[in-house]
Nanobody, 121 residues
Framework: QVQLVESGGGLVPAGGSLTLSCTAS????????MAWHRQAPGKEERETVA????????NYADSVKGRFTVSRDNVKKTITLQMNNLQPEDTAVYYC??????????????WGRGTRVTVAS
């Protein structure tokens, strides 16, 4: 069974920084896309914050370019989101997503349970 576990959320003042991590576990054969999404309070839709595909440049939402940096470690099966100069509008629950195949299944999308980030003004 594949699991994605996020960590690193919390409460920070505006202008502060946080680092989110997401680690995949299970009988994983291959990880393709790994991404961070967020869902702000009161909003139904999730916004894609950053995404990365193995051996490709990462993509970022315009709202976070220059402030957030995504990286992945394929050996550790981890994606990390370094968030700098956080603003109140970055307040959201952040979710990790990964497209993973195992030794018994094809590529399947998996989601973490989310980690809450709150930026105080």
């Amino acid at each position: 069974q594949v699991q994605l576990v996020e960590s690193g959320g919390g409460l920070v003042p505006a202008g502060g920084s946080l680092t989110l991590s997401c680690t995949a576990s299970g009988r994983i054969k291959y990880i393709g896309l790994m991404a961070w999404h967020r869902q702000a309070p009161g909003k139904e839709e999730r916004e894609t914050v950053a995404s990365t595909v193995y051996r490709h440049d990462p993509n970022y939402a315009d709202s976070v370019k220059g402030r957030f940096t995504v990286s992945r470690d394929n050996v550790k099966k981890t994606i990390t989101l370094q968030m700098n100069n956080l603003q109140p509008e970055d307040t959201a629950v952040y979710y990790c997503e990964a497209l993973i195949s195992t030794w018994s299944t094809g590529l399947t999308t998996y989601w973490g349970r989310g980690t809450r980030v709150t930026v105080a003004s």
